[in-house]
């Protein structure tokens, strides 16, 4: 996997940061630059994102993306801080379920988890509609001349109406090239298996970031799994969101960095200092 955004930290215990669909592990150039003071920042791309890792398409769900990062993770020797955005939060959810003894605390920004939707009632299953959508006009466009006009379903629903319109040609082109892969990734998403009721064995610290303008899907999805994971913090952002932690890392950035922080300054490692006479 590349390692191009590798930063050597002094102190604490590494950080995986894991991308959402249709990025790379460059969306988290900022964060890495809020935390290489104290910290290893691995921000991989994802299987599938890069020409050297590919998926196996013998493994259902989202384990055919987890376990090239479990891989990756066992190389640095200590359990990591892991961080997901959207479909990197999915990945991360089944990282931690997989291997929680590699994860040290557990940092989410609405997860990739929709599957929890399918047997909730009609209303809730119903927010799945855009979603499937859009996952059938990438599957009927890509591979005839037309991956652009299918990927613009996807951009313009996570980012807001007319986003793809306003990008440049050479962005476009770029999203256009990653539309296969981003099928790959409905498909890892809508095949996964665990029960909201297994998010009870996720007993690492965790934090669900939320934003407020975010599509309802996702943010009724991150409420679910933020419910079921004991312990979990909440954090909902107003004014931002799916997008955040790439359109305003200046906002996400620093509840990620606090919650890695608590982990890792815990009350039980001070101690205060014995009271001298005057």
């Known amino acids: 996997m590349t390692q191009d955004y590798f930063e050597t930290g002094t102190h604490d215990a590494p950080v995986v940061a894991l991308h959402s669909s249709a990025s790379n592990g460059a969306q988290w150039k900022a964060l890495v630059a809020d935390l290489r003071d104290r910290h290893t920042v691995q921000a991989y791309d994802l299987p599938g994102y890069n020409a050297q890792v590919s998926r196996d398409r013998a493994i259902d769900g ?3 993306v987890a376990q090239p990062i479990i ?4 190389t640095l020797d200590y359990p990591v801080h892991l ?3 959207s479909f990197g939060g999915g990945v991360a959810i089944k990282i ?3 291997r929680p003894d590699l994860v040290r605390s557990l940092t989410l920004f609405e997860p990739a988890a929709f599957h929890v939707l399918e047997n909730h009632p009609n209303d809730e ?5 855009d979603l499937r959508n859009i996952n059938a006009s990438l599957k009927a466009q890509t591979g005839n001349d ?7 379903a996807f951009i313009d629903f996570w980012n807001g109406e007319n986003t793809w319109d306003r990008m440049a040609d050479n962005i476009r082109a770029v999203l256009a090239g990653v539309a296969e892969t981003v099928i790959a990734d409905f498909g890892n998403v809508f095949s996964e298996n665990w029960a909201l009721n297994d998010l009870a064995r996720l007993t690492m610290p965790a934090l669900m970031l ?4 975010s599509p309802m899907v996702a943010q009724r999805t991150a409420t679910l799994v933020h419910q079921h994971i004991p312990g979990c913090e909440l954090a909902i952002l107003p004014g931002l969101g799916h997008m955040a932690p790439i359109d305003a890392p200046e906002w996400v950035n620093p509840r990620i960095k606090q919650h890695i922080a608590r982990v890792e300054r815990q009350p039980a ?6 009271k001298l006479a005057a």
């Open 62 to 64: 989202m384990a055919a």
């Open 71 to 74: 891989d990756q993770i066992l």
């Open 83 to 85: 961080v997901g955005h």
């Open 96 to 98: 931690a379920l997989m």
């Open 125 to 129: 299953r119903s927010l799945l509609d």
């Open 146 to 152: 037309s991956d652009a006009a299918g990927m613009k």
């Open 210 to 213: 939320m934003g407020m303008d």
């Open 269 to 274: 490692q001070f101690s205060w200092p014995e």
